[in-house]
């Protein structure tokens, strides 16, 4: 059974440019996360959907970052224009079960982003 | 003051060792409460759930105290295989939003 699915797994870019990541969540979950995580600042939730649409955004940092899920096995997290700030490791993780309080997220291997 | 708070470490025990850590949580009105590991260069996965019972899985034990808001966990029998960082999550009544601590890494030597 395949886990959470990201891509792509590492991403060097230049500042300005525009970064798009994208996941695909365990099928059958109903719920999606985006986390991203820094030495400096641990693992920090960004959003997350319910059934494709947008909970909580939060903590998504700026207006540089959009999330969008288009269907139940697609999501995409955006940065535009990237900075060197937003370098950093972003997890993707899902819950299936209804999201009851101890279900397990599951978390995607991540996708390391570096900005020049 | 963070949400979650750990000791960073570095731990560093020899095999066989038991090891402690605690978490120190500030809303007094969170329902669950986790450990996950995360391996270096890895993403995060579930070690065990954290009840008002306690719980034990083998060699790791976990509990919870409501009144001063700590959760530990407690490794008995260290192995190599345990070195790694230790992740306190809370997670907020009603909500689906987990909250990580920064981790507290543990490294087992021979």
């Known amino acids: 059974d395949a886990g959470v699915i990201q891509s792509p797994r590492h991403e060097v870019t230049e500042m300005g440019q525009e970064v798009t990541l994208r996941c695909k969540p365990i099928?059958?979950?109903?719920?999606l996360f985006w986390y991203r995580q820094t030495m400096m600042r641990g693992l920090e939730l960004l959003i997350y959907?319910?059934?494709?649409?947008?909970?909580?955004d939060s903590g998504m940092p700026e207006d540089r970052f959009s999330a969008k899920m288009p269907n139940a096995s697609f999501s995409t997290l955006k940065i535009q224009p990237s900075e060197p700030r937003d370098s950093a490791v972003y997890f993707c993780?899902?819950?299936?079960?209804?999201?009851?309080?101890?279900?397990?997220?599951?978390f995607g291997p991540g996708t390391r982003l570096t900005v020049l | 003051r963070k949400e979650v708070e750990q000791d960073p470490g570095p731990f560093n025990v020899p095999e066989g060792a038991t090891v402690a850590f605690n978490c120190t949580y500030s809303?007094?009105?969170?329902?669950?409460f986790f450990w996950y590991r995360q391996d270096c260069r890895k993403e995060p996965k579930l070690l065990m759930s954290?009840?008002?019972s306690g719980n034990e899985d083998g060699r790791f034990t976990a509990q919870l105290n409501r009144a001063s808001q700590y959760i530990s966990l407690l490794i008995r029998d260290s192995k190599l295989s345990d070195s790694a960082t230790y992740l306190c999550?809370?997670?907020?009544?009603?909500?689906?939003?987990?909250?990580f601590g920064t981790g507290t890494r543990l490294l087992v030597s021979p």
């Open positions: 993780a899902s819950i299936g079960g209804g999201g009851g309080a101890y279900n397990e997220q599951f």
């Open positions: 099928s059958g979950h109903d719920y």
């Open positions: 959907f319910n059934n494709n649409v947008p909970i909580d």
């Open positions: 809303n007094s009105a969170s329902q669950s």
């Open positions: 954290v009840y008002s």
């Open positions: 999550v809370v997670n907020n009544a009603g909500f689906q939003k987990l909250v």
